[in-house]
């Protein structure tokens, strides 16, 4: 059976992206495997400029590190959730997961272990200076993926 990866995360979620996967997944005999993935180092680098500004102390930032933590979760719940509604209404075979961690890590491995025949995965809509300076998640895994990455560019920021 060949298998489709759709690699979510709190920042990486486009109706658009779910709906290419859906499409390809319609063929016979290919299963929808949708990861959403908690990145955990959006976390720790936010955790850290906040630390950094000294505005906040030790025990609120850990509090809301565990609020922000416990929101990406609910968010990947729901948006697994609908996605299983939406491949059950069109007859896709999908399975869902959360996972936690680096998002080109997890979805590497993730494609590893599904035996993956392509990733489907939003680009997030920042300024090319900025993937210059700062790198490109996406094109990290474009180079490193066992299989064929086919991005969606999210446009504007609005898009879901």
């Given amino acids: 059976m060949k298998r489709i990866l759709l690699i979510l995360t709190p920042a990486r979620v486009s109706d658009a992206s779910v709906e290419e996967a859906l499409t390809a997944?319609?063929?016979?005999?290919?299963?929808?495997?949708?990861?959403?993935?908690?990145?955990?180092t959006i976390s720790a680098d936010f955790r850290s400029r906040l630390r950094d500004s000294g505005s906040l102390g030790e025990v609120p930032s850990d509090e809301?590190?565990?609020?922000?933590?416990?929101?990406?979760?609910r968010q990947g719940r729901e948006e697994l959730a609908r996605i299983e509604r939406l491949a059950a209404d069109r007859g896709v075979s999908v399975r869902t997961r959360l996972v936690k961690g680096e998002m080109v890590r997890c979805s590497l491995e993730?494609?590893?272990?599904?035996?993956?025949?392509?990733?489907?995965?939003t680009r997030r809509d920042r300024p090319a200076l900025s993937r210059l300076v700062?790198?490109?998640?996406?094109?990290d895994l474009e180079e490193a993926?066992?299989?064929?990455?086919l991005v969606h560019d999210a446009g504007s920021r609005g898009e879901k």
Avoid: N
């Fill in 64 to 73: 809301l590190m565990e609020t922000m933590r416990e929101e990406q979760e």
């Fill in 145 to 149: 993926a066992p299989c064929r990455v």
């Fill in 110 to 121: 993730e494609a590893r272990r599904e035996g993956a025949s392509a990733i489907f995965v």
């Fill in 134 to 139: 700062v790198g490109s998640a996406v094109r």
């Fill in 25 to 40: 997944a319609e063929q016979p005999d290919t299963e929808l495997v949708a990861v959403y993935v908690v990145d955990t």
